[in-house]
Protein backbone atom coordinates (compact mmCIF):
# COMPACT_ATOMS: atom_id res chain seq x y z
CA UNK A 1 0.00 0.00 0.00
CA UNK A 2 1.60 3.66 -1.02
CA UNK A 3 0.31 6.76 1.07
CA UNK A 4 0.94 9.96 -0.83
CA UNK A 5 3.73 12.41 -0.17
CA UNK A 6 3.12 16.06 0.91
CA UNK A 7 4.18 17.75 -2.18
CA UNK A 8 2.97 15.09 -4.90
CA UNK A 9 0.05 16.51 -6.86
CA UNK A 10 -3.03 14.13 -6.34
CA UNK A 11 -4.09 11.84 -9.65
CA UNK A 12 -7.26 13.89 -9.51
CA UNK A 13 -4.62 17.21 -10.43
CA UNK A 14 -3.04 15.42 -13.04
CA UNK A 15 -6.27 14.27 -15.09
CA UNK A 16 -7.43 17.16 -15.20
CA UNK A 17 -4.04 19.01 -16.51
CA UNK A 18 -4.75 16.75 -19.19
CA UNK A 19 -8.33 16.56 -19.90
CA UNK A 20 -8.28 20.42 -18.88
CA UNK A 21 -11.14 20.21 -17.28
CA UNK A 22 -10.92 20.26 -13.33
CA UNK A 23 -12.49 16.90 -11.76
CA UNK A 24 -14.79 18.62 -9.63
CA UNK A 25 -16.49 20.73 -12.80
CA UNK A 26 -18.95 19.67 -15.27
CA UNK A 27 -20.08 21.26 -18.38
CA UNK A 28 -24.06 21.47 -18.29
CA UNK A 29 -26.53 22.96 -20.74
CA UNK A 30 -25.99 26.35 -19.63
CA UNK A 31 -21.76 26.01 -19.61
CA UNK A 32 -21.75 24.58 -23.02
CA UNK A 33 -24.29 27.44 -24.43
CA UNK A 34 -21.92 29.90 -23.01
CA UNK A 35 -18.83 28.39 -24.11
CA UNK A 36 -20.44 28.93 -27.49
CA UNK A 37 -21.93 32.46 -27.46
CA UNK A 38 -18.36 33.54 -26.17
CA UNK A 39 -16.53 31.82 -28.67
CA UNK A 40 -19.04 33.47 -31.48
CA UNK A 41 -18.19 36.71 -30.04
CA UNK A 42 -14.95 36.85 -29.97
CA UNK A 43 -13.89 34.94 -33.01
CA UNK A 44 -14.15 37.36 -36.05
CA UNK A 45 -11.51 40.31 -34.44
CA UNK A 46 -9.19 37.60 -32.01
CA UNK A 47 -8.22 35.67 -36.24
CA UNK A 48 -7.89 39.69 -36.92
CA UNK A 49 -5.46 40.34 -33.69
CA UNK A 50 -3.74 36.66 -34.48
CA UNK A 51 -3.17 37.47 -38.05
CA UNK A 52 -1.61 40.93 -36.73
CA UNK A 53 0.48 39.12 -34.33
CA UNK A 54 1.47 36.34 -36.75
CA UNK A 55 2.97 39.48 -39.23
CA UNK A 56 4.91 41.02 -36.33
CA UNK A 57 8.07 39.06 -35.77
CA UNK A 58 7.94 40.25 -32.41
CA UNK A 59 4.78 38.30 -31.39
CA UNK A 60 5.75 35.70 -32.89
CA UNK A 61 6.15 33.88 -30.04
CA UNK A 62 1.97 34.05 -29.27
CA UNK A 63 0.96 30.53 -30.20
CA UNK A 64 3.52 28.78 -27.64
CA UNK A 65 2.24 31.95 -25.00
CA UNK A 66 -1.27 31.43 -24.96
CA UNK A 67 -0.86 27.38 -25.39
CA UNK A 68 1.54 27.74 -21.89
CA UNK A 69 -0.66 30.25 -20.02
CA UNK A 70 -3.26 28.56 -20.42
CA UNK A 71 -2.17 25.61 -19.33
CA UNK A 72 -0.80 27.06 -16.34
CA UNK A 73 -4.07 28.51 -15.44
CA UNK A 74 -5.86 25.37 -16.13
CA UNK A 75 -2.94 23.14 -13.71
CA UNK A 76 -3.93 26.16 -10.93
CA UNK A 77 -7.77 24.39 -10.92
CA UNK A 78 -5.97 21.21 -9.93
CA UNK A 79 -6.72 21.81 -6.07
CA UNK A 80 -10.60 21.19 -5.55
CA UNK A 81 -11.27 22.94 -2.70
CA UNK A 82 -13.03 26.38 -3.68
CA UNK A 83 -14.51 29.14 -1.80
CA UNK A 84 -17.58 31.01 -2.81
CA UNK A 85 -16.42 34.16 -4.94
CA UNK A 86 -17.42 38.07 -4.30
CA UNK A 87 -20.65 38.14 -6.87
CA UNK A 88 -19.68 41.89 -7.70
CA UNK A 89 -16.08 41.71 -8.33
CA UNK A 90 -17.50 38.77 -10.97
CA UNK A 91 -19.92 40.71 -12.02
CA UNK A 92 -17.68 44.05 -12.19
CA UNK A 93 -15.20 42.09 -14.54
CA UNK A 94 -17.94 40.71 -16.84
CA UNK A 95 -18.79 43.98 -17.03
CA UNK A 96 -15.59 45.42 -18.27
CA UNK A 97 -15.38 42.49 -20.61
CA UNK A 98 -18.41 43.10 -22.25
CA UNK A 99 -18.44 47.08 -22.26
CA UNK A 100 -14.65 46.99 -24.10
CA UNK A 101 -16.00 44.58 -26.61
CA UNK A 102 -18.37 46.26 -27.76
CA UNK A 103 -16.57 49.16 -27.99
CA UNK A 104 -14.29 46.77 -29.85
CA UNK A 105 -17.10 45.84 -32.07
CA UNK A 106 -17.83 49.87 -33.05
CA UNK A 107 -14.46 50.23 -33.74
CA UNK A 108 -13.09 46.79 -35.17
CA UNK A 109 -10.39 47.17 -32.89
CA UNK A 110 -8.79 43.64 -32.49
CA UNK A 111 -6.30 45.04 -29.73
CA UNK A 112 -9.53 46.23 -27.50
CA UNK A 113 -11.08 43.06 -28.12
CA UNK A 114 -7.93 41.51 -27.03
CA UNK A 115 -8.00 43.24 -23.78
CA UNK A 116 -11.53 42.11 -23.13
CA UNK A 117 -10.65 38.26 -23.77
CA UNK A 118 -7.94 39.17 -20.62
CA UNK A 119 -10.79 41.13 -18.26
CA UNK A 120 -13.44 38.12 -19.36
CA UNK A 121 -10.62 35.22 -18.55
CA UNK A 122 -10.02 36.79 -15.24
CA UNK A 123 -13.88 36.87 -14.60
CA UNK A 124 -14.13 33.01 -15.40
CA UNK A 125 -10.77 32.13 -13.68
CA UNK A 126 -12.58 33.99 -10.74
CA UNK A 127 -16.07 32.88 -10.57
CA UNK A 128 -15.00 29.06 -10.95
CA UNK A 129 -11.93 28.88 -8.72
CA UNK A 130 -12.51 31.88 -6.27
CA UNK A 131 -9.69 33.60 -4.75
CA UNK A 132 -7.11 30.40 -3.61
CA UNK A 133 -7.33 29.78 -7.80
CA UNK A 134 -7.06 33.28 -8.85
CA UNK A 135 -3.94 33.92 -6.73
CA UNK A 136 -2.32 30.93 -7.99
CA UNK A 137 -3.37 31.30 -11.75
CA UNK A 138 -2.35 35.37 -11.51
CA UNK A 139 1.10 35.05 -12.55
CA UNK A 140 0.32 33.00 -15.42
CA UNK A 141 -2.40 35.67 -16.06
CA UNK A 142 0.36 38.32 -16.01
CA UNK A 143 2.49 36.07 -18.64
CA UNK A 144 -0.47 35.90 -21.01
CA UNK A 145 -0.44 40.20 -21.32
CA UNK A 146 2.40 40.20 -23.18
CA UNK A 147 0.72 38.82 -26.36
CA UNK A 148 -1.35 41.75 -26.01
CA UNK A 149 0.52 44.02 -28.43
CA UNK A 150 1.53 47.79 -26.86
CA UNK A 151 -1.16 50.18 -27.46
CA UNK A 152 -1.10 53.49 -29.71
CA UNK A 153 1.94 51.84 -31.61
CA UNK A 154 4.52 52.45 -28.98
CA UNK A 155 5.83 49.19 -29.66
CA UNK A 156 7.06 51.20 -32.80
CA UNK A 157 8.77 53.47 -30.99
CA UNK A 158 10.15 50.70 -28.94
CA UNK A 159 12.08 49.15 -31.80
CA UNK A 160 12.90 52.93 -33.05
CA UNK A 161 14.70 53.51 -29.87
CA UNK A 162 16.43 50.23 -29.17
CA UNK A 163 17.56 50.66 -33.23
CA UNK A 164 19.28 53.75 -31.68
CA UNK A 165 20.93 51.76 -28.99
CA UNK A 166 21.89 49.63 -30.29
CA UNK A 167 23.67 51.25 -33.24
CA UNK A 168 25.40 53.72 -31.14
CA UNK A 169 27.12 51.02 -28.77
CA UNK A 170 27.65 48.70 -31.67
CA UNK A 171 29.87 51.62 -33.29
CA UNK A 172 31.41 52.37 -29.91
CA UNK A 173 32.68 48.52 -30.12
CA UNK A 174 33.59 48.47 -33.63
CA UNK A 175 35.77 52.07 -32.71
CA UNK A 176 37.68 50.38 -29.58
CA UNK A 177 38.45 46.83 -32.14
CA UNK A 178 39.80 48.84 -34.71
CA UNK A 179 37.16 49.04 -37.36
CA UNK A 180 36.82 52.43 -39.09
CA UNK A 181 33.42 53.34 -39.76
CA UNK A 182 30.67 55.67 -39.45
CA UNK A 183 27.04 55.93 -38.36
CA UNK A 184 24.16 57.46 -40.54
CA UNK A 185 21.19 56.39 -38.51
CA UNK A 186 20.74 53.22 -37.85
CA UNK A 187 23.46 52.15 -40.58
CA UNK A 188 27.13 51.41 -40.13
CA UNK A 189 29.04 52.37 -43.25
CA UNK A 190 32.29 50.54 -43.81
CA UNK A 191 34.74 51.20 -46.42
CA UNK A 192 33.84 48.04 -48.22
CA UNK A 193 30.00 47.68 -47.44
CA UNK A 194 27.30 48.98 -45.00
CA UNK A 195 25.13 47.49 -42.66
CA UNK A 196 21.22 48.45 -41.76
CA UNK A 197 20.62 47.40 -38.53
CA UNK A 198 16.87 46.37 -38.90
CA UNK A 199 13.69 45.76 -36.80
CA UNK A 200 15.50 42.28 -35.73
CA UNK A 201 18.70 43.38 -35.08
CA UNK A 202 17.48 45.62 -32.66
CA UNK A 203 16.71 43.58 -30.05
CA UNK A 204 12.57 43.95 -29.82
CA UNK A 205 12.41 40.48 -30.95
CA UNK A 206 14.41 38.25 -28.93
CA UNK A 207 13.39 41.30 -25.91
CA UNK A 208 9.53 39.84 -26.02
CA UNK A 209 10.37 36.07 -26.52
CA UNK A 210 12.94 36.26 -23.74
CA UNK A 211 10.47 38.06 -20.99
CA UNK A 212 8.06 35.67 -21.92
CA UNK A 213 10.50 32.62 -21.57
CA UNK A 214 12.01 34.51 -18.25
CA UNK A 215 8.49 34.83 -17.06
CA UNK A 216 7.71 31.19 -18.08
CA UNK A 217 10.34 30.10 -15.94
CA UNK A 218 10.55 31.81 -12.95
CA UNK A 219 6.58 30.82 -12.68
CA UNK A 220 7.81 27.09 -13.00
CA UNK A 221 10.48 27.83 -10.14
CA UNK A 222 8.10 29.54 -7.99
CA UNK A 223 10.08 32.33 -7.79
CA UNK A 224 9.40 35.24 -5.28
CA UNK A 225 8.01 38.62 -6.91
CA UNK A 226 11.38 40.55 -5.68
CA UNK A 227 13.44 37.97 -7.24
CA UNK A 228 11.65 38.03 -10.27
CA UNK A 229 11.87 41.49 -11.25
CA UNK A 230 15.09 41.57 -10.52
CA UNK A 231 15.74 38.55 -13.26
CA UNK A 232 13.04 40.25 -15.77
CA UNK A 233 15.24 43.16 -15.48
CA UNK A 234 17.97 41.36 -16.22
CA UNK A 235 16.96 40.01 -18.80
CA UNK A 236 16.67 43.56 -20.74
CA UNK A 237 20.31 43.52 -19.55
CA UNK A 238 21.26 40.54 -21.58
CA UNK A 239 18.91 41.28 -24.32
CA UNK A 240 20.73 44.25 -25.12
CA UNK A 241 24.51 42.83 -24.60
CA UNK A 242 23.61 39.77 -26.91
CA UNK A 243 21.84 42.09 -30.06
CA UNK A 244 24.89 44.63 -29.75
CA UNK A 245 27.45 41.25 -29.84
CA UNK A 246 25.37 40.06 -32.97
CA UNK A 247 25.66 43.21 -34.66
CA UNK A 248 29.34 43.28 -33.95
CA UNK A 249 30.02 39.59 -34.60
CA UNK A 250 27.61 40.18 -38.36
CA UNK A 251 30.61 42.88 -39.23
CA UNK A 252 33.71 41.30 -37.83
CA UNK A 253 32.55 37.84 -39.55
CA UNK A 254 31.29 39.70 -42.81
CA UNK A 255 34.86 41.54 -42.99
CA UNK A 256 37.60 39.33 -42.04
CA UNK A 257 36.01 35.91 -43.17
CA UNK A 258 33.76 36.95 -45.79
CA UNK A 259 31.11 34.79 -44.15
CA UNK A 260 27.39 35.80 -45.55
CA UNK A 261 26.08 36.12 -41.82
CA UNK A 262 25.01 39.57 -42.58
CA UNK A 263 21.62 38.72 -44.79
CA UNK A 264 19.64 35.11 -45.31
CA UNK A 265 19.72 31.68 -43.46
CA UNK A 266 23.28 32.06 -41.55
CA UNK A 267 22.06 35.82 -40.42
CA UNK A 268 18.74 33.78 -39.11
CA UNK A 269 21.35 31.02 -37.64
CA UNK A 270 23.38 33.61 -36.11
CA UNK A 271 20.46 35.41 -34.43
CA UNK A 272 19.14 31.72 -32.68
CA UNK A 273 22.77 31.31 -31.16
CA UNK A 274 22.87 34.32 -29.59
CA UNK A 275 19.16 34.33 -28.32
CA UNK A 276 20.24 30.86 -26.68
CA UNK A 277 23.26 32.48 -25.23
CA UNK A 278 20.97 35.25 -23.90
CA UNK A 279 18.69 32.74 -22.25
CA UNK A 280 21.65 31.02 -20.85
CA UNK A 281 22.89 34.19 -19.15
CA UNK A 282 19.02 35.31 -17.93
CA UNK A 283 18.80 31.84 -16.36
CA UNK A 284 22.16 31.54 -14.95
CA UNK A 285 21.58 35.26 -13.07
CA UNK A 286 18.08 34.01 -11.87
CA UNK A 287 20.49 30.65 -10.02
CA UNK A 288 23.36 33.01 -8.99
CA UNK A 289 20.42 35.62 -7.23
CA UNK A 290 19.12 32.31 -5.43
CA UNK A 291 22.88 31.55 -4.30
CA UNK A 292 22.67 35.14 -2.76
CA UNK A 293 19.01 35.23 -1.50
CA UNK A 294 18.05 31.44 -0.86
CA UNK A 295 14.20 31.01 -1.42
CA UNK A 296 12.68 30.07 1.86
CA UNK A 297 8.96 30.47 1.98
CA UNK A 298 7.50 30.11 -1.79
CA UNK A 299 5.20 33.14 -2.65
CA UNK A 300 1.12 32.88 -1.70
CA UNK A 301 0.13 31.67 -5.00
CA UNK A 302 2.29 28.42 -4.58
CA UNK A 303 2.03 27.31 -0.58
CA UNK A 304 0.04 24.47 0.01
CA UNK A 305 -2.83 24.54 2.14
CA UNK A 306 -2.12 21.82 4.16
CA UNK A 307 -0.80 22.74 7.28
CA UNK A 308 0.89 20.01 8.53
CA UNK A 309 3.10 17.65 6.40
CA UNK A 310 3.05 14.81 8.71
CA UNK A 311 -0.56 14.88 9.42
CA UNK A 312 -1.95 15.28 5.50
CA UNK A 313 -5.55 13.45 5.36
CA UNK A 314 -6.85 11.78 2.13
CA UNK A 315 -8.56 14.90 0.27
CA UNK A 316 -12.65 14.43 0.44
CA UNK A 317 -13.80 13.77 -3.85
CA UNK A 318 -15.86 16.23 -4.51
CA UNK A 319 -18.86 16.00 -6.35
CA UNK A 320 -19.35 17.62 -10.09
CA UNK A 321 -20.74 21.12 -9.77
CA UNK A 322 -22.30 22.31 -13.19
CA UNK A 323 -20.65 26.07 -14.96
CA UNK A 324 -24.32 27.07 -14.17
CA UNK A 325 -24.19 26.72 -10.39
CA UNK A 326 -21.29 29.04 -10.01
CA UNK A 327 -23.99 31.95 -11.40
CA UNK A 328 -26.88 33.06 -10.85
CA UNK A 329 -30.31 32.69 -13.17
CA UNK A 330 -30.70 36.13 -13.41
CA UNK A 331 -26.37 36.56 -14.71
CA UNK A 332 -26.72 33.38 -16.39
CA UNK A 333 -29.43 35.26 -19.20
CA UNK A 334 -27.68 38.78 -18.95
CA UNK A 335 -24.59 37.62 -19.45
CA UNK A 336 -25.94 35.17 -22.38
CA UNK A 337 -28.08 37.59 -24.08
CA UNK A 338 -25.46 40.44 -24.05
CA UNK A 339 -22.67 38.13 -25.51
CA UNK A 340 -25.37 36.96 -28.01
CA UNK A 341 -26.38 40.14 -29.13
CA UNK A 342 -22.50 41.01 -29.98
CA UNK A 343 -21.86 37.68 -31.80
CA UNK A 344 -25.01 38.67 -33.78
CA UNK A 345 -24.05 42.41 -34.66
CA UNK A 346 -21.03 41.09 -35.91
CA UNK A 347 -21.89 38.24 -38.04
CA UNK A 348 -24.61 40.29 -39.25
CA UNK A 349 -21.79 42.80 -40.40
CA UNK A 350 -19.66 40.24 -41.56
CA UNK A 351 -22.53 38.88 -43.88
CA UNK A 352 -23.35 42.22 -45.12
CA UNK A 353 -19.83 43.42 -45.83
CA UNK A 354 -19.51 45.93 -43.07
CA UNK A 355 -16.57 47.06 -41.35
CA UNK A 356 -16.43 43.62 -39.97
CA UNK A 357 -15.86 42.05 -43.08
CA UNK A 358 -12.51 40.65 -43.62
CA UNK A 359 -10.34 42.25 -46.54
CA UNK A 360 -8.98 40.74 -49.19
CA UNK A 361 -5.73 39.60 -49.36
CA UNK A 362 -4.89 38.96 -52.91
CA UNK A 363 -1.53 40.34 -54.15
CA UNK A 364 -0.98 43.68 -55.10
CA UNK A 365 -1.33 44.21 -58.75
CA UNK A 366 0.16 47.03 -59.27
CA UNK A 367 3.70 45.55 -57.57
CA UNK A 368 3.41 42.39 -59.89
CA UNK A 369 5.28 43.36 -62.68
CA UNK A 370 7.49 46.92 -63.94
CA UNK A 371 5.33 49.52 -64.23
CA UNK A 372 7.52 52.18 -66.03
CA UNK A 373 4.98 53.34 -68.67
CA UNK A 374 2.06 54.45 -66.06
CA UNK A 375 3.85 58.04 -65.15
CA UNK A 376 4.01 60.02 -68.89
CA UNK A 377 6.93 61.57 -69.72
CA UNK A 378 5.49 65.33 -68.44
CA UNK A 379 3.47 65.10 -65.44
CA UNK A 380 1.65 68.74 -64.98
CA UNK A 381 5.26 70.40 -65.47
CA UNK A 382 7.51 67.52 -64.07
CA UNK A 383 9.66 65.82 -66.14
CA UNK A 384 10.00 62.55 -66.03
CA UNK A 385 13.87 61.19 -65.95
CA UNK A 386 14.12 58.21 -64.92
CA UNK A 387 12.17 54.68 -63.78
CA UNK A 388 13.68 52.03 -61.67
CA UNK A 389 11.89 48.21 -60.74
CA UNK A 390 13.34 47.39 -57.39
CA UNK A 391 13.41 44.30 -55.72
CA UNK A 392 14.01 43.21 -52.30
CA UNK A 393 14.29 40.22 -49.99
CA UNK A 394 11.17 39.01 -48.27
CA UNK A 395 10.23 40.84 -45.31
CA UNK A 396 12.15 43.76 -46.04
CA UNK A 397 11.02 47.03 -43.58
CA UNK A 398 11.32 49.14 -47.13
CA UNK A 399 8.87 46.53 -49.15
CA UNK A 400 9.76 43.49 -51.13
CA UNK A 401 9.02 45.63 -54.09
CA UNK A 402 9.44 49.21 -55.20
CA UNK A 403 8.80 51.27 -58.15
CA UNK A 404 10.88 54.46 -58.53
CA UNK A 405 10.61 57.74 -61.02
CA UNK A 406 13.00 60.23 -60.87
CA UNK A 407 11.30 63.67 -62.06
CA UNK A 408 12.38 67.36 -61.95
CA UNK A 409 11.11 70.43 -62.04
CA UNK A 410 13.39 73.59 -62.53
CA UNK A 411 15.29 73.48 -59.84
CA UNK A 412 13.84 70.53 -57.80
CA UNK A 413 14.37 67.34 -58.03
CA UNK A 414 11.52 64.33 -56.60
CA UNK A 415 11.50 60.90 -56.94
CA UNK A 416 8.16 59.75 -56.73
CA UNK A 417 7.67 55.70 -55.94
CA UNK A 418 5.15 52.95 -55.04
CA UNK A 419 6.25 50.38 -52.30
CA UNK A 420 5.07 47.58 -50.87
CA UNK A 421 3.25 44.90 -50.40
CA UNK A 422 2.78 45.85 -46.57
CA UNK A 423 0.65 43.41 -43.95
CA UNK A 424 -1.60 45.55 -41.78
CA UNK A 425 -2.32 48.85 -43.58
CA UNK A 426 -0.42 51.99 -42.44
CA UNK A 427 3.55 51.92 -42.77
CA UNK A 428 5.25 54.34 -40.58
CA UNK A 429 7.43 55.81 -43.04
CA UNK A 430 8.95 58.02 -40.45
CA UNK A 431 10.55 54.91 -39.15
CA UNK A 432 12.54 54.40 -42.39
CA UNK A 433 13.57 58.13 -42.81
CA UNK A 434 15.13 57.97 -38.85
CA UNK A 435 16.87 54.30 -39.87
CA UNK A 436 18.51 56.60 -42.54
CA UNK A 437 19.99 59.44 -40.42
CA UNK A 438 17.30 61.74 -40.96
CA UNK A 439 15.68 63.74 -37.88
CA UNK A 440 11.32 64.39 -38.91
CA UNK A 441 9.65 67.36 -38.23
CA UNK A 442 6.54 69.28 -38.93
CA UNK A 443 4.42 66.18 -39.12
CA UNK A 444 0.60 66.81 -40.72
CA UNK A 445 -2.05 64.86 -41.13
CA UNK A 446 -4.78 65.82 -43.83
CA UNK A 447 -7.50 64.07 -45.05
CA UNK A 448 -7.87 63.61 -49.30
CA UNK A 449 -11.68 65.29 -48.86
CA UNK A 450 -9.68 68.44 -47.08
CA UNK A 451 -7.94 68.45 -50.21
CA UNK A 452 -10.65 68.62 -52.25
CA UNK A 453 -11.03 64.99 -53.60
CA UNK A 454 -14.10 63.12 -53.48
CA UNK A 455 -12.76 60.16 -51.79
CA UNK A 456 -12.09 59.17 -47.80
CA UNK A 457 -8.85 58.41 -46.29
CA UNK A 458 -5.66 60.06 -45.17
CA UNK A 459 -2.25 61.22 -46.43
CA UNK A 460 0.63 62.94 -44.46
CA UNK A 461 3.25 65.66 -44.86
CA UNK A 462 7.04 66.18 -43.33
CA UNK A 463 10.11 67.54 -43.31
CA UNK A 464 13.21 66.16 -43.01
CA UNK A 465 17.01 67.32 -42.21
CA UNK A 466 20.53 65.70 -41.63
CA UNK A 467 23.92 66.81 -41.46
CA UNK A 468 25.91 68.78 -43.47
CA UNK A 469 22.95 70.45 -44.69
CA UNK A 470 20.83 67.85 -46.16
CA UNK A 471 16.82 68.79 -46.19
CA UNK A 472 13.53 67.44 -47.88
CA UNK A 473 9.66 67.31 -47.94
CA UNK A 474 8.05 63.81 -47.67
CA UNK A 475 4.35 63.22 -48.83
CA UNK A 476 2.97 59.81 -48.36
CA UNK A 477 -0.38 57.79 -48.13
CA UNK A 478 -1.58 54.16 -48.46
CA UNK A 479 -3.76 52.56 -50.20
CA UNK A 480 -5.32 48.57 -50.87
CA UNK A 481 -5.40 46.75 -54.18
CA UNK A 482 -8.30 48.37 -55.40
CA UNK A 483 -7.01 51.96 -54.56
CA UNK A 484 -9.11 52.79 -51.39
CA UNK A 485 -6.99 55.00 -49.33
CA UNK A 486 -6.23 53.80 -45.61
CA UNK A 487 -6.53 56.09 -42.71
CA UNK A 488 -3.91 57.79 -41.15
CA UNK A 489 -2.57 56.74 -37.43
CA UNK A 490 -3.34 60.36 -35.83
CA UNK A 491 -0.67 61.18 -33.64
CA UNK A 492 -3.40 61.61 -30.65
CA UNK A 493 -5.15 58.72 -31.32
CA UNK A 494 -7.02 58.68 -28.27
CA UNK A 495 -8.93 61.80 -28.79
CA UNK A 496 -9.52 60.37 -32.38
CA UNK A 497 -10.99 57.16 -31.31
CA UNK A 498 -13.17 59.53 -28.90
CA UNK A 499 -14.38 61.18 -31.88
CA UNK A 500 -14.93 58.55 -33.31
CA UNK A 501 -17.01 57.16 -30.57
CA UNK A 502 -19.35 60.35 -30.87
CA UNK A 503 -20.36 59.65 -34.09
CA UNK A 504 -22.28 56.46 -32.96
CA UNK A 505 -24.60 56.64 -36.29
CA UNK A 506 -21.97 56.13 -39.04
CA UNK A 507 -19.90 53.74 -36.85
CA UNK A 508 -23.51 51.73 -36.78
CA UNK A 509 -23.89 52.54 -40.38
CA UNK A 510 -20.04 51.31 -41.51
CA UNK A 511 -20.93 47.72 -39.41
CA UNK A 512 -23.81 47.27 -41.62
CA UNK A 513 -22.56 47.74 -44.85
CA UNK A 514 -22.94 51.48 -45.81
CA UNK A 515 -19.65 52.92 -44.52
CA UNK A 516 -16.95 55.19 -46.56
CA UNK A 517 -16.43 52.33 -49.71
CA UNK A 518 -13.37 54.82 -50.81
CA UNK A 519 -11.83 53.86 -47.37
CA UNK A 520 -9.55 50.54 -47.42
CA UNK A 521 -10.50 48.23 -44.27
CA UNK A 522 -7.42 48.01 -41.59
CA UNK A 523 -6.78 44.48 -42.19
CA UNK A 524 -5.80 45.10 -45.87
CA UNK A 525 -2.61 45.10 -47.70
CA UNK A 526 -1.51 47.71 -48.65
CA UNK A 527 0.89 49.78 -51.25
CA UNK A 528 2.88 52.92 -49.83
CA UNK A 529 2.93 56.03 -52.69
CA UNK A 530 5.35 58.83 -51.70
CA UNK A 531 7.20 61.69 -53.70
CA UNK A 532 10.09 62.82 -51.92
CA UNK A 533 12.21 66.07 -52.71
CA UNK A 534 16.32 66.53 -51.06
CA UNK A 535 17.71 69.85 -51.34
CA UNK A 536 20.52 71.91 -50.20
CA UNK A 537 18.23 74.15 -48.41
CA UNK A 538 14.89 74.67 -46.69
CA UNK A 539 12.03 74.23 -48.58
CA UNK A 540 9.72 77.28 -49.21
CA UNK A 541 5.88 76.56 -48.76
CA UNK A 542 5.41 77.11 -52.44
CA UNK A 543 7.59 74.58 -53.32
CA UNK A 544 5.88 72.27 -50.46
CA UNK A 545 2.64 73.25 -52.54
CA UNK A 546 4.51 72.05 -55.83
CA UNK A 547 5.28 68.86 -54.27
CA UNK A 548 1.46 68.36 -53.18
CA UNK A 549 0.79 68.83 -56.45
CA UNK A 550 2.87 66.17 -57.55
CA UNK A 551 1.88 64.17 -55.18
CA UNK A 552 -1.81 64.28 -56.31
CA UNK A 553 -1.12 63.89 -59.85
CA UNK A 554 1.11 60.58 -59.42
CA UNK A 555 -1.54 59.49 -57.14
CA UNK A 556 -4.34 60.09 -59.51
CA UNK A 557 -2.38 58.47 -62.40
CA UNK A 558 -1.02 54.72 -60.65
CA UNK A 559 -4.25 55.26 -58.57
CA UNK A 560 -6.98 55.74 -60.41
CA UNK A 561 -9.80 56.01 -58.27
CA UNK A 562 -12.81 58.02 -59.67
CA UNK A 563 -12.56 61.16 -57.13
CA UNK A 564 -13.41 64.62 -58.47
CA UNK A 565 -11.23 67.66 -57.69
CA UNK A 566 -12.94 70.39 -55.61
CA UNK A 567 -12.11 74.08 -56.00
CA UNK A 568 -10.14 74.38 -53.01
CA UNK A 569 -7.95 71.21 -53.85
CA UNK A 570 -4.18 72.08 -53.35
Not at 174 to 194: C, E, K
Request: charged residues 15%.
Amino acid sequence: MTTETPHALPSRGVRSFYSFLPSWLSIDRFGLCLLLVLFAAYIPLSLRLARWLWYRDHYSFFPLGITAALALIVAAFADPNYKPASKWLRRFLVAIAFASLLVATLLVSPWLAGVSSMFLLAAIIYALGGWQVAKKALPAWLLLWLVIPIPLSYDRELIVFLQGIATQLSSGILDLIGYRHMVDGVVLRLPAQSYQVEEACSGVQSLFSALFCTGLYLILNRAGIGRSLLVLGAAFFWVLVANISRITAVVVLKEEFSLPVDVGVYHQMLGVVFFALTLLAIFSTERFLCFLWPASIPPYWHQQQSGDAGAAQPRRKRKRRGISSFFEPRERAVVLGMFGVLALVQYTSIALGGSMASASRADIELLAQPAGSLVPELLDDWQNDDYQHVVRESGNVNGEVSQLWKLSKGELRAQASIDGPYTNGWHYLTDCYRGQGWDDTNIRFSSYRDAGFDRGGDFMAFDVSKEPEQYGHVITGLFDNDYRAFLAPQVKKMQRHAGRLNDLKRLVKSLFGAGDATVAKSDSLSFQIQVFCQSPEPLTDAQRRDLADLFHSFRQQVAPIADTVGIDSQ
